[in-house]
């Protein structure tokens, strides 16, 4: 079946500092991939839809400027979180979706903490 | 505006039947989703409804009404590892993404 991995699984930063996440499909070509973020026992709020090759749509209130996505071949797309705070923290999945397929595969998640 | 609806949580006993409802109202719609999520984990695919009618996978069945913007997810036979948190999702008809409703939390006891 198919297959999203995130990179890293689990990440510790401090406060200023910006950190990159991996998303990769792995044995898919993923058109189209979704960031989410989710906070302890809350669902899952989408951030931004990126299509390969174009700029990431971001939903409202999310700021593009802080939260960069670079979705730059159909089998790779990146989140950096730019200058972290501690309300920063939070539980960051993406999903990659397949053209043609109505499915959307989830990847393991991100934990990220800022100290 | 979006909105989606499931309750917080529920609790069901081992072995019995649970239905999870999820009301949704939606400025497009172009299916609906059921997922499942352990703590600390991704979620994973478990039904998708697109017509009205119920949809059966083994000891999972989902339902849908377009009409009254409901759906519900059926767990029969409950075993313990079916205690995670499920999610509802509506597809925007628009770029194909997901909206979440809040997540049902379900406790199965012994």
């Known amino acids: 079946g198919a297959v999203v991995s995130q990179h890293p699984s689990r990440v510790i930063c401090k406060s200023g500092t910006s950190v990159k996440i991996e998303c990769r499909s792995l044995d898919f070509q993923a058109t189209t991939m979704f960031w989410y973020r989710q906070f302890p026992k809350k669902s899952l709020m989408l951030m931004a839809t990126s299509n390969e090759g174009s700029k990431a749509t971001y939903e409202q209130g999310v700021e593009k400027d802080k939260f960069l996505i670079n979705h730059a071949s159909l089998t790779l797309s990146t989140l950096t979180v730019t200058s972290a705070h501690p309300e920063d923290s939070s539980f960051y999945i993406c999903?990659?979706?397949?053209?043609?397929?109505?499915?959307?595969?989830f990847g393991p998640g991100t934990r990220l903490t800022v100290t | 505006g979006q909105n989606i609806d499931q309750p917080t949580e529920m609790t069901a006993t081992e072995g019995a039947i649970v239905q999870i409802n999820c009301t949704y109202q939606?400025?497009?719609?172009?299916?609906l989703f059921w997922y499942q999520q352990h703590a600390g984990e991704a979620p994973t695919f478990l039904s998708y409804n697109v017509l009205d009618g119920l949809e059966e996978k083994g000891r999972f069945s989902s339902f849908l009404s377009r009409s009254k913007g409901y759906s519900y997810l059926l767990l029969k036979e409950l075993q313990m590892k079916d205690s995670a948190s499920y999610l509802c999702?509506?597809?925007?008809?628009?770029?194909?993404?997901?909206?979440f409703g809040q997540g049902t939390e379900l406790s199965v006891k012994p």
């Open positions: 999903s990659a979706r397949e053209i043609g397929v109505f499915e959307q595969y």
């Open positions: 939606t400025s497009g719609f172009n299916g």
């Open positions: 999702a509506v597809r925007d008809q628009q770029g194909g993404k997901l909206i």
